[in-house]
């Protein structure tokens, strides 16, 4: 089994695993090449392109595990939702949701055809072999739901965490169908053969506990229920120190840990529980120093756990140099 399936399991390997999130991408002068000339929602959905991004990080920096090169917004896309991601914005929705009506209106999407993700996937599949998995991964419906109603990222969320509250049914039937199109995008990439995955919830941060339990928990885990038993389960969201009880116990193998939280203090958290993380990516950029203490410490602190896969405490930043990268990978397998 590989390094990264035996830490998931709960056991740990001889050789820690290691891979970053934002591995497939924006640092890797070899992806600017082959994505000039093509949008990032064209490339997701370009079977050759998409494989090709997701597999060169594995060969450069001779990671642990691949992450399917894709987007959060790409189920949106596929069940035909006006979507667009700009450059230095990111995600920009066309008709923003904001009544019950709007909700009635995006909830009739639906994915009708995702050969281009099965094709995608049985492409890294086959390359990879069986020593290095895929991951696939898909946004979290709180997420998901964010962006649809803020119409691009947001800093506090404001207006979808008033919509929450405002019309409880609406906000409901909008996350039970985003976890819909998460639990199938999932499914199709499992079905493929990714032998793991990853729940983003990024904004979940945002958010109080009580709302997180009542409004937003129910939806995630019927999003991970849809591939339970079948492959490991991975849960992460940014900021979600006060949430990690709550994230874990709708049914993950292990969780993921932002850079804000020592490791050791998240497995006093979550007892029992794998985790992954949680290098900052500010490190990067830092100097060899500082950055190789940094991992030290967080491998340490990481030993806390049943289990502990190598990651950063969010994504790869774009101007990270990738010999940084592939260094690190080579002092996370000697440690």
């Known amino acids: 089994m590989s390094s990264l399936l035996t830490a998931l399991s709960g056991t740990r390997p001889e050789t820690l695993p290691v891979w970053f999130m934002r591995q497939a991408g924006r640092s890797l002068p070899e992806y600017k090449e082959v994505r000039e000339g093509t949008t990032i929602l064209e490339a997701c959905l370009k079977p050759d392109l998409a494989a090709e991004i997701t597999l060169q990080p594995v060969r450069r920096h001779k990671v642990d595990a691949a992450i399917f090169f894709s987007d959060i917004m790409t189920p949106l896309v596929l069940a035909g939702v006006d979507v667009d991601i700009v450059p230095g914005i990111g995600p920009v929705i066309e008709e923003p949701i904001r009544t019950a009506a709007d909700v009635e209106r995006v909830v009739a999407h639906r994915i009708e055809d995702a050969s281009a993700i099965t094709e995608a996937v049985r492409l890294v599949v086959a390359e990879l072999g069986e020593q290095t998995p895929l991951i696939g991964f898909a946004g979290a419906p709180f997420t998901l739901a964010a962006?649809?109603?803020?119409g691009r990222g947001s800093r506090d969320h404001l207006k979808a965490r008033a919509m929450m509250h405002a019309d409880p049914a609406s906000w409901h039937r909008l996350l039970d169908w985003a976890a819909e199109l998460s639990a199938q995008f999932l499914g199709?990439?499992?079905?493929?053969?990714?032998?793991?995955?990853?729940?983003?919830d990024s904004w979940a941060g945002?958010?109080?506990?009580?709302?997180?339990l009542e409004l937003v928990q129910p939806h995630s885990?019927?999003?991970l229920k849809a591939v339970e038993g079948r492959v490991p389960r991975i849960h992460f969201g940014v900021g979600t120190r006060h949430l990690l009880s709550e994230m874990a116990e709708i049914g993950v193998e292990a969780l993921g840990v932002d850079y804000r939280t020592p490791l050791d203090e998240a497995a006093w958290l979550v007892p029992g529980v794998p985790l992954q993380g949680n290098i900052d990516p500010a490190l990067?950029?830092?100097?060899w120093d500082a950055l190789e203490a940094h991992a030290r410490d967080v491998v340490r602190r990481g030993r806390e756990a049943p289990a502990h896969v190598v990651n950063l405490g969010h994504g790869v930043p774009p101007t990270t140099d990738p010999e940084v990268l592939t260094d690190l990978v080579a002092l996370i397998h000697e440690l």
Do not use: H, I
């Not at 199709?188 to 983003?200: E, I, K, P, S």
């Not at 945002?206 to 997180?212: A, E, F, V």
């Open 147 to 150: 962006y649809l109603v803020e």
């Open 188 to 200: 199709v990439q499992v079905d493929a053969g990714a032998r793991a995955v990853q729940l983003f």
């Open 221 to 223: 885990a019927k999003v």
């Open 206 to 212: 945002s958010l109080k506990r009580d709302d997180y």
């Open 284 to 287: 990067l950029a830092a100097g």
